[in-house]
């Protein structure tokens, strides 16, 4: 037998904000990076057990405990427990049935028993006329995923959809019927505009098709029948209430509501529910369902309010995906009723029940099994979708960055581990992005979990510095480009000379010529133009000229801190000054380091490193904070010859103690 995470959900459905509420729930390998790796897991160590679920609570928006109740046995057309929400899923159909999205039946049945582990109560797992394969696709989820009862009795029902005609409803018995829990969903349009344009039958035929499909269905031995009035919202009540009791009649356990066309607002369709619910003979008899199309976005909308009009079924897919603008989306129902169930559906003249709704889904396992759909369909999630897009747990915003540190309660009000998404530590365990809009808070959060701690000033100019890289580059930036800039020695050291401006230009027709524009120790921009070998060189002869340097380039090094056309190149060079140069040490020895102290020498050079999105800035960057070394190092050099006797034989050159160029008479062209 598999086990079951039916007896309750696995997850923390609101952020706790302190470590008073503070609760792991699930296991490591439900990662961000291995989707499937609840697959992998052996059924008996995916036991674990029911953890309270966390709300907000209406008298002080504080973190409440609020117990997941359990799934009330199967039984067509009756649910005993009047809050219960069924989910019926339908990515198998219509989900598949969206442009582009064909799928193998090794790749449903794969889906099919993770929407099991999820805990969905009806599979819809295809429309077996259309095709060999669908027919397959269905017989095989039906034998396999239909016949693995989990430890407390939970199997989910594998349905198949069918037309109103002997034919296909045959068809669908044959692929279903293997199952423990079959169902069989047929459907028949009943607004004016399909009956006389598409169909070409009166209304008095229509409700003779259903109801023979009905019968015919239930003669083959199938105890549980759904009935679906194609474009439901867009019918009108009286006929829809005349076919609905005929259907009832027939033995049709479920009736479902489609908004077929994303037409109606939510306050229309949970009226249209309540009136049906109210006016149809035998309504006490069937279980009243919801499928409502997202062409007007309102998908979600629409079922939770046919829900809180008492549909006890919500049909929905992984996603939202399907025909044109796609379904409801399974994720954004079930969290939205996982939070609010409980609070915001009772106290209503339409209300079944307490109100109190409920739903036995395991959303630990909506993460994967929407990266799944979402690979096996080729149809990826856009960044901004509710629950299962890649921002929605993603803050760049400075401002919001710092209440995530705080308490992430503060603009979270779900965690991502409640629906399977492993956080950890990246990010600071708070979705924190690095961008151009992060704060200095979020900055120095993640430094420190790095392992950086910095003083106010040299913070001040790693962040000044994480601003013009963040400005470059898009989706933010991760640990390694972040310590890149770290070590980018614009801040490491006395920063004499900055970069304030540059323009490149190489090619093959033409000679590579770099414009450069520096910064000086005295306030006073100067620039000049160079050509060289390459963009590189020319730009280092630019530098040269207006710092007035007489260097030479040891070592030069440049690699990529991550993967991307818009990964940041990391840059290291060494220079020494060049024998005799003005900036030379030792008029004999250029490379060595007079030590006062001990009267010894030792060998001496200069590296530089830098990171930028742009390999001529980074290039440039770790050169001049190089030669910014180097006249650090003669500045301080010269401090010390006032506090030490030098031996005779040491004779500095004329501009041992010089910056480089500073006054009026450097280069400007």
Same mark, same amino acid.
């Given at each position: 037998?598999? $086990?079951?995470?039916?007896?309750?959900?696995?997850?923390?459905?609101?952020?706790?904000?302190?470590?008073?509420?503070?609760?792991?729930?699930?296991?490591?390998?439900?990662?961000?990076?291995?989707?499937?790796?609840?697959?992998?897991?052996?059924?008996?160590?995916?036991?674990?057990?029911?953890?309270?679920?966390?709300?907000?609570?209406?008298?002080?928006?504080?973190?409440?405990?609020?117990?997941? !109740?359990?799934?009330? =046995?199967?039984?067509?057309?009756?649910?005993?427990?009047?809050?219960?929400?069924?989910?019926?899923?339908?990515?198998?159909?219509?989900?598949?049935?969206?442009?582009?999205?064909?799928? /193998?039946?090794?790749?449903?049945?794969?889906?099919? !028993?993770?929407?099991?582990?999820?805990?969905?109560?009806?599979?819809?797992?295809?429309?077996?006329?259309?095709?060999?394969?669908?027919?397959?696709?269905?017989?095989?989820?039906?034998?396999?995923?239909?016949?693995?009862?989990?430890?407390?009795?939970y199997v989910p029902v594998i349905c198949g959809l069918s037309r109103a005609n002997e034919k296909d409803i045959l068809r669908a018995w044959d692929?279903?019927?293997?199952?423990?829990?079959?169902?069989?969903?047929?459907?028949?349009?009943?607004?004016?505009?399909?009956?006389?344009?598409?169909?070409?039958?009166?209304?008095?035929?229509?409700?003779?098709?259903?109801? !023979?499909?009905?019968?015919?269905?239930?003669?083959?031995?199938?105890?549980?029948?759904?009935?679906?009035?194609?474009?439901?919202?867009?019918?009108?009540?009286?006929?829809?209430?005349?076919?609905?009791?005929?259907?009832?009649?027939?033995?049709?356990?479920?009736?479902?509501?489609?908004?077929?066309?994303?037409?109606?607002?939510?306050?229309?369709?949970?009226?249209?529910?309540?009136?049906?619910?109210?006016?149809?003979?035998?309504?006490?008899?069937?279980?009243?369902?919801?499928?409502?199309?997202?062409?007007?976005?309102?998908?979600?909308?629409?079922?939770?309010?046919?829900?809180?009009?008492?549909?006890?079924?919500?049909?929905?897919?992984?996603?939202?995906?399907?025909?044109?603008?796609?379904?409801?989306?399974?994720?954004?129902?079930?969290?939205?009723?996982?939070?609010?169930?409980?609070?915001?559906?009772?106290?209503?003249?339409?209300?079944?029940?307490?109100? *109190?709704?409920?739903?036995?889904?395991?959303?630990?396992?909506?993460?994967?099994?929407? !990266?799944?759909?979402?690979?096996?369909?080729?149809?990826?999630?856009?960044?901004?979708?509710?629950?299962?897009?890649?921002?929605?747990?993603?803050?760049?915003?400075?401002?919001?960055?710092?209440?995530?540190?705080?308490?992430?309660?503060?603009?979270?009000?779900?965690?991502?581990?409640?629906?399977?998404?492993?956080?950890?530590?990246?990010?600071?365990?708070?979705?924190?992005? $690095?961008? *151009?809009?992060?704060?200095?808070?979020?900055?120095?959060?993640?430094?420190?979990?790095?392992?950086?701690?910095?003083?106010?000033?040299?913070?001040?100019?790693?962040?000044?510095?994480?601003?013009?890289?963040?400005?470059?580059?898009?989706?933010?930036?991760?640990?390694?480009?972040?310590?890149?800039?770290?070590?980018?020695?614009?801040?490491?050291?006395?920063?004499?000379?900055?970069?304030?401006?540059?323009?490149?230009?190489?090619?093959?027709?033409?000679?590579?010529?770099? /414009?450069?524009?520096?910064?000086?120790?005295?306030?006073?921009?100067?620039?000049?133009?160079?050509?060289?070998?390459?963009?590189?060189?020319?730009?280092?002869?630019?530098?040269?000229?207006? &710092?007035?340097?007489?260097?030479?380039?040891?070592?030069?090094?440049?690699?990529?801190?991550?993967?991307?056309?818009?990964?940041?190149?990391?840059?290291?060079?060494?220079?020494?000054?060049?024998?005799?140069?003005?900036?030379?040490?030792?008029?004999?020895?250029?490379? &060595?380091?007079?030590?006062?102290?001990?009267?010894?020498? *030792?060998?001496?050079?200069?590296?530089?490193?830098?990171?930028? &999105?742009?390999?001529?800035?980074?290039?440039?960057?770790?050169?001049?904070?190089?030669?910014?070394?180097?006249?650090?190092?003669?500045?301080?050099?010269?401090?010390?010859?006032?506090?030490?006797?030098?031996? =005779?034989?040491?004779?500095?050159?004329?501009?041992?103690?010089?910056?480089?160029?500073?006054?009026?008479?450097?280069?400007? *062209?």
């Open positions: 037998m598999k $086990l079951s995470f039916a007896a309750g959900a696995l997850a923390l459905l609101a952020a706790a904000p302190s470590a008073k509420y503070a609760t792991a729930f699930s296991p490591a390998s439900l990662s961000a990076r291995s989707p499937f790796a609840v697959q992998r897991r052996n059924a008996a160590d995916a036991v674990r057990r029911p953890l309270p679920a966390l709300r907000m609570s209406d008298d002080d928006a504080s973190p409440a405990v609020a117990a997941r !109740r359990p799934r009330p =046995p199967y039984i067509p057309g009756r649910i005993d427990d009047p809050d219960y929400v069924r989910i019926f899923d339908t990515t198998l159909r219509d989900g598949e049935q969206s442009p582009g999205a064909t799928l /193998t039946s090794s790749e449903k049945l794969e889906i099919a !028993r993770n929407l099991a582990r999820l805990g969905v109560d009806i599979i819809e797992a295809g429309f077996p006329i259309a095709s060999p394969d669908d027919f397959e696709g269905v017989k095989g989820i039906a034998d396999v995923v239909g016949n693995e009862p989990f430890e407390d009795g692929a279903i019927k293997g199952a423990m829990r079959p169902r069989i969903h047929t459907f028949i349009a009943t607004s004016e505009i399909h009956m006389q344009s598409k169909l070409k039958k009166t209304p008095d035929e229509v409700v003779e098709i259903a109801v !023979r499909a009905v019968k015919y269905a239930r003669s083959l031995g199938c105890d549980d029948v759904e009935f679906s009035p194609e474009d439901a919202g867009r019918s009108d009540p009286v006929f829809l209430c005349r076919v609905l009791e005929a259907t009832i009649l027939a033995g049709a356990t479920t009736l479902n509501i489609p908004d077929t066309t994303g037409w109606n607002m939510p306050w229309e369709f949970g009226e249209l529910i309540r009136y049906l619910r109210e006016n149809v003979a035998g309504a006490e008899n069937v279980v009243f369902s919801t499928h409502c199309q997202n062409d007007l976005g309102l998908s979600t909308a629409n079922s939770l309010s046919g829900a809180r009009n008492g549909a006890r079924q919500l049909e929905c897919t992984i996603n939202g995906i399907g025909e044109r603008a796609g379904n409801a989306s399974l994720e954004e129902i079930v969290m939205s009723l996982a939070l609010k169930g409980g609070t915001d559906f009772g106290d209503w003249h339409g209300s079944v029940g307490s109100g *109190k709704l409920h739903t036995a889904i395991n959303p630990v396992y909506i993460t994967p099994t929407s !990266r799944m759909v979402s690979d096996y369909t080729g149809m990826m999630c856009q960044p901004h979708k509710a629950i299962v897009g890649a921002n929605a747990f993603m803050h760049e915003s400075g401002i919001h960055q710092d209440g995530m540190i705080k308490n992430k309660g503060t603009y979270e009000i779900m965690s991502p581990e409640s629906i399977g998404l492993m956080r950890g530590d990246s990010q600071s365990g708070a979705g924190i992005v $690095l961008g *151009k809009h992060s704060g200095r808070n979020a900055v120095y959060t993640r430094l420190r979990e790095l392992g950086y701690d910095l003083d106010p000033d040299r913070l001040a100019i790693v962040f000044a510095r994480f601003k013009q890289v963040a400005e470059k580059k898009k989706g933010g930036m991760d640990d390694e480009e972040l310590e890149a800039v770290v070590a980018d020695g614009d801040g490491t050291n006395l920063a004499l000379w900055g970069l304030s401006g540059m323009q490149v230009t190489t090619g093959l027709s033409g000679i590579p010529t770099a /414009t450069v524009k520096l910064l000086g120790p005295d306030g006073v921009e100067r620039f000049v133009a160079a050509t060289g070998t390459g963009p590189v060189d020319a730009t280092y002869k630019a530098i040269d000229h207006i &710092v007035g340097a007489q260097v030479v380039l040891e070592d030069y090094s440049m690699a990529a801190v991550n993967e991307g056309i818009d990964a940041l190149a990391k840059t290291r060079v060494t220079i020494c000054p060049k024998v005799g140069g003005t900036n030379c040490v030792l008029t004999d020895n250029c490379e &060595v380091e007079y030590n006062p102290g001990s009267g010894g020498i *030792k060998a001496r050079k200069f590296s530089g490193v830098a990171a930028d &999105v742009d390999i001529c800035v980074a290039s440039a960057r770790a050169y001049i904070t190089a030669i910014n070394k180097l006249l650090a190092f003669n500045l301080r050099r010269s401090q010390l010859e006032q506090e030490a006797s030098l031996p =005779p034989s040491f004779q500095p050159g004329p501009a041992a103690i010089d910056m480089g160029r500073t006054g009026s008479a450097a280069v400007e *062209k």
